[in-house]
């Protein structure tokens, strides 16, 4: 069979797809079960409702890629706008908006799931050939040291003065040119994400992917041949234009732990675990301002990470503790995220090119769900557990301690109202941080837990092959299926995951 990406918006909608396999969503899930399978010699199709949106057209401006690339046009949040839920909307999915941060899942997560939910797929030494094999897929490799922005050079020193472990990390990029705009596309492709590396060897080995191909429901999920009910978009991707069907034996849906479940829920299949222990993982940005010129815009944004005070052995959650990351945005991130208006926002962004900003990564424990309303409408709901805000409250004391150890003048934690931190002593502040809803920039990259796996119908959505309960042949192949966090970061975890679970579906088919 030929391969092919084809836009429905512009080209006209087949009548009537027939394949063995469909796969919805197109990100690091999806497109590694496509990859792998067409290879097999399987007919698979892929629907995804983003477009395809490569080179030049990554055009470096917020506006037009935040429209373009991100879901509800970054404008997603939970259910109080407490937390900013981002995810990737474009061929590709998330891979092609994120920083490249390449973290595998640690063995004390591994041996918890394993050891508490019974996922023995997942134990440390079963799972470490589709982890290497993961980060072969993304060429992973430490970050070189002459990328390692002066922004992140700036925690570096911080934390190595304060005597903090930490590390350059491992990334997914070939041939970066410090361009600094990962987070609204690479537009020179060095990101080895699932567009540049599983999608086309898909294609390549026959399968068929159709972009602006919204799955809106999933029929028949008990019977051998599904029927998986199709809106093609327009080019933006605003508007439903046409309807097709897709009937396939085996259909996967690797949507992102949201959609995922929002399709199952529209679709009416699977038990009553089906949207419920989501886990955002709320991050918070915290910047340390320099009188020097930082130029945190210049060069990779996320290169060096503060993990002293990462664990990896709780034993209710797995991974517990924190981690301090350096990240930057563009100026219409930095400025949404930051707690002014009008003439002291402008002050505030006239500091730009002296910010050294971080992210705070603690893994939380399960305590929200997707909800799906009558007329299809989405609710995240969330709350934010009082331990998760209390390691948010000490990863900000150190945070700021890090930076001031490195010449700070002062660090803004971007809370309303906002806290602005000038000394060590200043920094216990942060322990009376009320973190109350929606009062502090909190953005949500790892979403996870939705449809979690479980050896059985009593414990979990989906079983330990990722088949959803009360379906035949409809799996969930993304993170929904995680029990409990997989760790700071997501695609690594997603496509091992993907790579454990397509290789079992194989030896069946
Ligand atoms: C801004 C940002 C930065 C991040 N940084 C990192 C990082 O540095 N390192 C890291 O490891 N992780 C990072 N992550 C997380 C990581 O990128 C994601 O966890 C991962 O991409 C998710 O993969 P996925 O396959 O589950 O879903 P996605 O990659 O989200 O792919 C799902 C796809 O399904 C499509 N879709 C959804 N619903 C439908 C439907 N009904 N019909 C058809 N198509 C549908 C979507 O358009 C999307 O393209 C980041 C995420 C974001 C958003
Ligand atoms: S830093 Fe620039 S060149 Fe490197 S991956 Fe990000 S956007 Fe691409």
């Known amino acids: 069979m030929t391969g092919a990406i084809v836009g429905l918006s512009k080209e006209a909608a ?8 469909c796969i919805i969503g197109s990100g690091s899930g999806g497109a590694t079960a496509a990859r792998l399978l067409a290879e097999a010699g399987h007919e698979v199709v892929v629907l995804e409702e983003g477009r395809d949106l490569v080179g030049t057209e990554r055009t470096q401006r917020d506006a037009p890629m935040y429209d373009q690339l991100y879901m509800d046009r970054g404008g997603r949040a939970s259910h109080d706008l407490s937390v900013s839920v981002l995810q990737g909307r474009v061929l590709g999915g998330g891979g092609v908006i994120n920083t490249c941060d390449v973290v595998p899942i640690p063995d004390g997560v591994l041996q918890h799931w394993a050891a508490k939910y019974g996922l023995e797929d997942y134990a440390p030494e079963r799972f470490k050939p589709f982890t290497e094999d993961a980060l072969a897929d993304l060429s992973a490799s430490r970050i070189p040291e002459n990328l390692v922005n002066f922004a992140n ?3 570096r020193q ?12 491992l990334h997914n990029r070939v041939g970066c040119r410090g361009l600094g705009t990962c987070l609204i596309g690479c537009p020179i492709h060095a990101k080895q994400n699932p567009r540049m590396v599983a999608l086309p060897k898909a294609v390549e080995a026959g399968a068929r992917i159709f972009t602006r191909a919204r799955a809106v429901k999933v029929h028949k999920a008990s019977q051998e041949l599904k029927e998986v009910e199709v809106r093609t978009l327009d080019p933006g991707g605003y508007h439903e234009q046409n309807e097709i069907k897709v009937r396939a034996k085996i259909v996967i849906i690797a949507a992102n732990a949201i959609s995922s479940p929002q399709l199952l829920l529209r679709s009416g299949i699977g038990n009553a675990h089906v949207g419920q222990n989501l886990m955002l993982q709320p991050q918070l940005p915290i910047i340390g301002i320099f ?18 005070f990462e664990q990896e ?22 400025s949404s995220l930051l707690p002014f208006s009008g003439a002291s926002g ?34 995240i709901r969330y ?3 009082d331990d998760h805000r209390a390691r948010l409250r000490k990863a900000v004391e150190s945070a700021a301690k890090v930076y001031l150890e490195a010449g700070a003048r002062e660090v803004l934690v971007p809370t309303v109202a906002a806290l602005v931190i000038r000394s060590a002593r200043e920094a216990t502040q942060a322990r009376q941080l009320p973190f109350a809803p929606a009062t502090a920039p909190m953005l949500s990259a790892h979403q996870q837990g939705t449809v979690r796996f479980a050896a059985s119908e009593r414990d979990g959505g989906a079983d330990l092959n990722g088949q959803v309960y009360g379906t035949r042949d409809v799996y969930v192949f993304d993170s929904s299926g995680f029990p409990s966090s ?24």
Do not use: C
């Open 14 to 21: 087949p009548d009537g797809v027939i394949a063995e396999i």
């Open 313 to 334: 052995d709780n034993v209710e959650f797995g991974l517990w503790g924190f981690r301090i990351e350096g990240i930057m945005g563009t100026p219409g991130i930095v």
């Open 346 to 379: 402008m002050e505030g962004m006239a500091q730009y090119d002296r910010m050294a900003p971080s992210l705070l990564l603690a893994p939380d424990a399960p305590s929200g769900r997707v909800e799906v309303a009558r007329d299809g409408r989405l609710t």
């Open 158 to 169: 911080g934390a190595e003065a304060l005597g903090l472990r930490g590390e350059v990390m």
């Open 291 to 308: 009188d020097e010129r930082i130029a945190a815009f210049d060069g990779i944004p996320q290169s060096y990470a503060v993990t002293e």
């Open 153 to 155: 050079a700036k925690l």
């Open 486 to 509: 997989a760790s700071s970061h997501t695609m690594t975890p997603i496509i091992a995951s993907s790579r454990m679970l397509t290789t079992k579906l194989l030896t069946r088919i």
């Open 383 to 385: 709350t934010q557990r």
